[in-house]
């Protein structure tokens, strides 16, 4: 506290003339008492004996001299700012250890405890004390109580009594002159003896900041419980058996607590309609989700002029102007029921359905390019509503007290071959038995599928359409941590049988099946895959693998009627490497080519269904965009979302070509998480055909070079709300055509830039 020095001096003045005692020992003080700060802390710092004890004595004694300075006579309520009198050792040391640690366990009682039995007074104050008092008073000061000892020999002068105001949180303070006064003590409460201004030893005075350091002590720092006046609990005997109790639910103690607001719109806090909690019973749940996924592409890339013209005069070329703009929408609706539980163990049963609704717009440059009608004119609008999942889904039993299970699930649903969509990735109508062993760590799949027809303009599932004659029936088993841990092998074998006959033009007019190259005769061909895929990581390196080999016979090839084997092959791998935020990756992917058009063996791969996460994905030029083969047919030479050169019509509608000139690339790439709501990533894949001799046939011309060229591409990713609920993704890829490219098409760099936005509830 500050005193004026005028006031200083008057008061210097009145102790000089009115003590006349020898100097007594300083009282100490403590404070000012901070915000917040406890009372427990505070008689643990200055205890003299540093035991659990003399903790309890401390408290005891430090209420008994301060009783005005807690708010409301209650122990745990210092009033901040207070300026606390430290009792001297002696009188800490003769309280009462039983009534010191009741004090502590019933700290809300501290007035009757203390009325009940009263603290031992300590010594009374010599009558100087008293008489220095008055000069004091005579100013409007109160000084401190003060113990003070026998006087010494008269022939001593007298010295004037000083206090010692040291804060909590600094340093001990020089002594200042003229002597500071100490602050007002109030009057003890009823039933309390007088607390004298205790005498400290030096020792105990607050360190200095060079050497605050704690002494050494035989007890722990207090209990954090008991300054809360929280109860400890004993620790537990190591041999004790303890009974385990059942919760019956998840969502019990929420609905107790109150604590968390159901809303249905709110798809982050507990949501009966999300899943979270039952509508009926404590077995019966259901989930409403809704995703809109919009994109708008502008793109640059060969486009053929149709066979009735352009519509424009002057023009001599079969290939037309490149611009095409492609706006598409997709609102995605889900709804799943599902009985038993959805933790630990897969459900008892699940019905879940998933309509998509569909619009899309394409404007073109050249008429005929998106409707064998040039009437048609250069735009088109289109919507469709198709079903992508409509299944039901059984638990059959379990296998281990490990959850192990069995379980079958019947009608449109999606399947993955591998890791990364290689093979087929599809959502497709069937009947799979699938389930776990050994704790999870053998997972397998056993699945029959026939194919649905596609709608033309938005690739969804067309169930009003007849089913074609396409099977695909596979077996699947995952292993984990083979070879080492931290990776998962998959083997797998699956076998296409394609008996589609007949014509298939689809709703634009273009003719799908068979292909219009060679022949134009429908095949049929029973076809088995066998693969092996491997995805996760040795040490830091992150290594997803794959590899297939297509063995099979077909009745008649594209160009020739007489029957042909299928030996083709297949193998992708993918490293990466972390750093912090960044990731680096290096890619690799060959599919073999037909070097023989003319012999009985088609040794081109093809897949099934392919949509590959893999070297950029759809962000790629190459990958997203199918490029149709001018002059050489009705076919594309990559379809969308699709790495191999295959030169099918579509992959929705096209059956499989094993007579391709293959597929090479090689890329790198990087991912870099800038913020955590933000990742930035690019990809340059080099890629070239496996052989050219397929093509030059279809073309009738020779030398064609088998560099496609260098395909660049760049995109971002911001979730703005660190979820997948708002997702905006910005992309443009460019793709520089080497010599085989510009001897099939022009020599002009085609490009893509895409914009993608997606909702999710």
Not at 188 to 193: I, V
Not at 727 to 736: E, H, P, Y
């Amino acid at each position: 506290m500050r005193i004026p020095p005028f006031r200083k001096l008057a008061v210097a003045a009145l102790l000089g003339s009115s003590l006349s005692v020898q100097a007594a020992a300083e009282p100490y003080l403590y404070g000012p008492v901070r915000s917040g700060e406890q009372l427990a802390r505070i008689a643990w710092e200055l205890r003299p004996d540093k035991t659990r004890i003399g903790t309890w004595q401390m408290t005891a004694a430090l209420y008994r001299a301060n009783p005005r300075s807690f708010i409301g006579g209650d122990m745990e309520r210092l009033r901040p700012g207070a300026m606390l009198v430290v009792p001297a050792d002696e009188d800490v040391r003769r309280v009462d250890p039983e009534l010191a640690r009741q004090l502590a366990r019933e700290p809300q009682n501290a007035q009757a405890l203390l009325g009940a039995a009263a603290l031992p007074a300590p010594a009374a104050p010599a009558p100087a004390a008293e008489a220095a008092a008055a000069p004091a008073a005579a100013v409007g000061l109160t000084l401190a109580p003060a113990s003070v000892p026998a006087a010494a020999p008269a022939a001593e002068p007298p010295a004037a009594a000083t206090a010692k105001v040291v804060p909590a949180w600094a340093p001990d303070p020089s002594p200042v002159s003229p002597p500071a006064i100490p602050p007002a003590v109030p009057a003890q409460p009823p039933g309390l003896a007088a607390a004298p201004a205790p005498i400290v030893p030096p020792e105990r005075r607050r360190p200095d900041a060079d050497a605050r350091q704690i002494p050494p002590d035989t007890e722990p720092l207090p209990d954090p419980n008991r300054l809360s006046r929280l109860a400890p609990v004993a620790m537990p005997e190591p041999w004790k058996q303890y009974d385990k109790m059942p919760v019956p639910d998840r969502w019990r103690i929420l609905n107790s607590l109150g604590i968390v607001p159901q809303r249905w719109w709110d798809p982050y806090n507990q949501n009966t309609w999300k899943g979270d909690k039952p509508i009926y019973k404590n077995e019966h749940f259901v989930s409403f989700n809704a995703t809109l996924d919009s994109v708008y592409e502008y793109r640059e890339q060969p486009t053929p002029i149709g066979g009735n013209g352009t519509g424009e005069g002057g023009l001599v070329n079969i290939f037309g102007r490149p611009q095409q703009y492609t706006l598409a929408s997709n609102l995605i609706l889900s709804a799943a029921y599902i009985k038993g539980d959805t933790v630990y163990r897969p459900p008892d049963i699940e019905l879940r359905f998933t309509p998509v609704l569909n619009y899309n717009y394409t404007a073109v440059q050249e008429a005929g390019a998106i409707n064998i009608n040039p009437a048609k004119g250069l735009d088109r609008r289109d919507s469709f509503v198709g079903i992508q999942e409509l299944f039901a889904d059984f638990d059959l039993r379990a296998v281990s007290d490990r959850y192990d299970f069995d379980s079958i699930r019947f009608g449109i649903q999606p399947f993955s071959s591998d890791f990364r969509g290689f093979l087929f990735q599809d959502s497709q109508l069937g009947v799979r038995l699938f389930g776990t062993r050994d704790n999870n760590r053998y997972q397998y799949n056993l699945g029959w599928f026939r194919r649905l027809e596609k709608d033309t303009n938005s690739g969804l599932n067309d169930i009003g359409a007849a089913l074609r004659d396409d099977d695909l029936f596979v077996f699947s088993l995952y292993r984990q941590d083979l070879p080492v841990y931290g990776f998962t092998s998959q083997g797998i074998v699956a076998y296409n049988r394609n008996r589609d006959s007949g014509r298939f033009y689809d709703k634009n007019g273009f003719l799908q099946r068979p292909a219009a190259i060679g022949t134009e005769t429908i095949r049929e061909y029973d076809v088995v895959y066998l693969g092996y895929n491997g995805d996760g990581h040795f040490g830091r390196l992150n290594l997803t693998t794959s590899a297939y080999a297509a063995l099979g016979r077909q009745d008649r090839g594209v160009f020739f009627d007489d029957t042909r084997d299928i030996r083709g092959f297949f193998a992708a791998a993918e490293a990466s490497y972390d750093m912090d935020w960044m990731r680096f990756r290096l890619s690799a992917l060959y599919g073999s080519g037909d070097r023989d058009p003319y012999d009985d063996t088609a040794s081109g791969y093809d897949a099934i269904f392919e949509n590959p996460i893999f070297a950029g994905a759809d962000t790629s030029f190459w990958i997203r965009r199918p490029v149709p083969l001018i002059g050489g047919g009705g076919v594309a030479l990559s379809q969308v979302n699709g790495v191999l050169a295959n030169l099918r019509p579509s992959k929705e509608f096209g059956q499989s070509n094993f007579e391709n000139p293959g597929i090479v690339l090689v890329g790198v790439g990087a991912d870099f998480d800038v913020l955590p709501q933000l990742r930035i990533f690019g990809n340059a894949n080099y890629l070239r055909f496996d052989d050219t001799a397929i093509l030059e046939l279809m073309r009738s011309q020779g030398g064609i070079g088998r560099e496609i060229g260098w395909d660049l591409s760049v995109a971002a990713i911001w979730r703005p709300f660190f979820t997948q609920n708002i997702i905006v993704r910005v992309s443009g890829a460019v793709l520089l055509p080497g010599e085989g490219f510009r001897a099939l098409y022009p020599d002009e760099d085609g490009y893509s830039v895409l914009a993608n936005l997606i909702f999710s509830y």
